[in-house]
């Protein structure tokens, strides 16, 4: 992102006060490190809550991804190219879980689809669908945040793309199916990896959303982040290395995703 | 949004940077290092008062008129944490002994903790019980939605050890990290039953189910200064709790919590 900058142009002051913000960035997590308790990792990490708290993680960050690609993906469309009528409006709107402190999210939430929710009450009486307390419940938290960052990102991408390649492919009788699969989703793929990668990191670190939407049991809605936050009173140090574990899946998708999808 | 090109790239002249975050990092860590030791109080008059997320509503009303006092409410265990990792208090109130204790041990309170107050866990559904809830013993219902609070808090512990003795496995649905957040979910009609705290039952207006197993599991709430020797401000709040006929006695009293005579289940600290 910040190879195009023509650094013998940039003012020394800049460089530096980058240089302090990436160590604010960087100062917590050296922090964090000094205090691991490296010798019984393994044994805190091998224990069947914190592996448990895992396999949920994993599971609830990746299916709140997938809905944000399929969910996220035609709303990013429609915000780049449908006219809509109060265009920045609705564009505030998507961003607003990004704001949104997510306690208050997760409230917001039980007052749509908790089982006495605008929506929640009828999804209990027809279907006798209920949401909150259930793994489904923490997919819908964790999607209902992560969603802005990829619809923001992709957006983004598809404004800068513009339609003229898309016209031509319609020009030389490209179908509209066929214009976005060989077309439009090739152009943006960079976006797309960047989007699906904050999406899912966020799904990943969420926590208050998921805790005041869907509650907090193991094995079916207790994250990572949640078994970190009841860790830090019972054993700081498990909480530690919990948070360890979360850094370093993290860092090793984003790393990965950079270097296979994203040209540098 | 990601696809900047490289051309052109050229890195900056490399020591002045790395030598400011460098030292950024050592002014911080410096500065970490010389707060590090706990059990200060905060100074200039104004008191922080740490307590526990039941006592909510009976700390609103102490303070009303005392604008010095900054309350922070939390589970009882997590403002121990706090207090461990070096947060600023004055006053230290917990839902239990054993959450006293550990401050006390750890050396994060050097004052004396001294009982004010009981509790009591009690049977909560939502005002209409929709689940029909009848007895302690619906806590292990597959068809309803119960709430407890996590064993990390002092609710939790209790309900633990009630529940055991009574011989009831519960079948709940989801752990709470305060009681606060568990008597919420009742009243908001998303859990059809869950143990909360008398006082939190009436606070949140839950609908109580006779539980008899329940009443003789009592928590006791203690007081401390974070100072061994604390200063006038800070005593004048924990006598606000701690003195007969006091604003904090009447508060208690007043929402609900038992008297500090009756013996608590958790041994009162040394």
Known sequence: MAGAIMSNRLPAAVTWVGFVALGLLVLPIVGLLQRAPWSSLPSILGESEVLEALRVSLIVSLAA????????LPLAFVLARRRLRFPRIVRAVVMLPMVLPP???GTALLFALGRRGLVGQWLDSWFGVSLPFTTAGSVVAA??????????????????????????AATLGAGAWATLAH???PTIRPALAAGTALAWARALGEFGATLTFAGNFPGRTRTLPLETYLALERNPEAAVAISLVLMAVALAVLVTLRDRWMPR | MAAGSTNGHRRPPRTVPWLAATALMVVATLGAACSGQSGRGTGDGDVVVMAASSLTDVVEIVFEHRESVTPVIAASSTLVAQLAAGAEADVLITANGATMDRAVFEGSVRGEPVLIATNTLVLATPADNPGGVTGLSDLSRKDLLVGLCAVEVPCGQLAGRALDEAGIAPSADTLEPSVRALASKLSLGEL?????????ARAAELATVHAPELEDHLNGYYIASVSAEPRPEVQA????????????AKALYAYGFLGSDRRPVWPAPS
């Open chain 2, 192 to 200: 059809d039953a869950g143990l909360v705290y008398a006082t939190d």
């Open chain 1, 65 to 72: 991804t997938a809905a944000c690609i399929v969910l996220g």
């Open chain 2, 237 to 248: 709040v924990i006598d606000d709790f701690t003195k007969l006929g006091s604003s904090g």
């Open chain 1, 143 to 168: 999607a209902f945040v992560a969603l802005p960052f990829f619809v923001v990102t992709v957006e983004a991408a598809l404004r800068q793309a513009g339609d003229d390649l898309d016209e031509a």
């Open chain 1, 183 to 185: 077309v439009t989703l």
């Open chain 1, 103 to 105: 306690v208050v999210a």
